[in-house]
Every structure is written in C-alpha cells, then in structure tokens.
T-cell receptor, first 116, second 115 residues
Framework: SQQGEEDPQALSIQEGENATMNCSYK?????LQWYRQNSGRGLVHLIL?????REKHSGRLRVTLDTSKKSSSLLITASRAADTASYFC????????????????FGSGTQLTVLP | DGGITQSPKYLFRKEGQNVTLSCEQN?????MYWYRQDPGQGLRLIYY???????QKGDIAEGYSVSREKKESFPLTVTSAQKNPTAFYLC??????????????FGPGTRLTVL
C-alpha cells in the first residue's frame, strides 16, 4: 500500500487564495518530500523537510511536518493560475538488497486547480 | 543543459510486441529509476539501478526488463508478458545511490498505449 496519502484528492480555488494540501503516512521517516507534476509531464521536486524539522519555507511554499501524527501539509500562498498541477508527497523506505538506499513512495496526489 | 531525457514521448504498441523506452541523463547521477503512473494515481517503482551493470526489481517488475550498460543510460523494455502496459512511464535519477536526502530528478515521461 502507498506510504503517503494526500488529502484532498482535488482542490479548486480562486487566484490569490491560499491552497493547503495534506499528506499522511504510516511508518517512521527520515524526511518527507513534496513534488509537483504538470499534466502529462515529469515530477519536479519542490521541498524536502527532515524528520527533526517542524516547518520549512521556500518562496510561496510552506511545509509543516508533525511526526507524532505522521502527517505533513503543503501551503501555497497567494496562488496563481500557473500553480495548477498535481502535488505529491513522497516518503523514503529502505530498498531491499541496497544497503542504505531508499525508495521514494508516492501518494496518489492532490489535483490543484487555480481559477483565474 | 543538464537533465534527463526520455524518448519517445508517445509510443503505441500492438499486443504481443516488446517495446523499449529510452532514458538518458547527463547529470552524472549514480542511481536511476523507472516508475509507472496510472491515471489519478501515484508512482509505482518498476526497477532501479544504483551502479552500472547492476539493477534491482521494484514493486511491479513483472513483465518489464532493464539494462544499465552505461552510467547515463537506463532503458526499459516492456515485454509481451506485461498484461496491462498502457500507462505513463517516468524515469528518474539521483546524484547519490538513493540515500534518505536524495532528491529525485525526473524526465518528461513516455506515454505508452497498447492498441
């Protein structure tokens, strides 16, 4: 089963509003990453938050992590039409037969639509 | 310009055919990965390779094969044994061998359709 699950599955907002997406996971993690995917394209890394961090900022992005609740949230402030995309959280799990290498496990994503 | 390229962008396959998807990176990254994405779903790992001439199965390797003869190339073959190959295929790489803080860099993807 997927390690990370995003909520909501779909979100539609007006330009200028804030968008909040949530991610829940099941097992202990070293870090949690957020990626963005435009329709029919590859994923682009947005931000990584380590397990000993509670909050991290990057431009209009704010990520929080609550390891006690096994959850993370991604906030996009002052959204723009160009923010329309799917957003995925990803957590690392040890790859078998790999030593320390980790596999990223992705949730099913939140589809964000920002209306102009 | 550094990055990951995948080709072709669209690929059509007849039932019973094998097809090979190309993935090339000029980032000098050690590890490379293949994922499958179905509509409205997340990514599932097919195969990964940490070094040249070595690769390992991911969660859904059945019906797929890979090779890693060169550091920069990690082609994926979708064989006729893959019962439902229609999907979006994404290749990724990491600078290290996939440690906990490694960021994955993705190619633009190949959309495979079985006719």
């Amino acid at each position: 089963s997927q390690q990370g699950e995003e909520d909501p599955q779909a979100l539609s907002i007006q330009e200028g509003e804030n968008a909040t997406m949530n991610c829940s996971y099941k097992t202990s993690i070293n870090n949690l990453q957020w990626y963005r995917q435009n329709s029919g394209r590859g994923l682009v890394h947005l931000i990584l938050i380590r397990s000993n961090e509670r909050e991290k900022h990057s431009g209009r992005l704010r990520v929080t992590l609550d390891t006690s609740k096994k959850s993370s949230s991604l906030l996009i402030t002052a959204s723009r039409a160009a923010d329309t995309a799917s957003y995925f959280c990803a957590t690392g799990a040890l790859l078998p037969s790999s030593g320390s290498a980790r596999q990223l496990t992705f949730g099913s994503g939140t589809q964000l639509t920002v209306l102009p | 310009d550094g990055g990951i390229t995948q080709s072709p962008k669209y690929l059509f396959r007849k039932e019973g055919q094998n097809v090979t998807l190309s993935c090339e990176q000029n980032l000098n990254h050690d590890a490379m990965y293949w994922y499958r994405q179905d509509p409205g779903q997340g990514l599932r790992l097919i195969y990964y390779s940490q070094i040249v001439n070595d690769f390992q199965k991911g969660d859904i390797a059945e019906g797929y094969s890979v090779s890693r003869e060169k550091k920069e190339s990690f082609p994926l073959t979708v064989t006729s044994a893959q019962k439902n190959p229609t999907a979006f295929y994404l290749c990724a790489s990491t600078r290290g061998t996939g440690g906990p803080a490694d960021t994955q860099y993705f190619g633009p993807g190949t959309r495979l359709t079985v006719l």
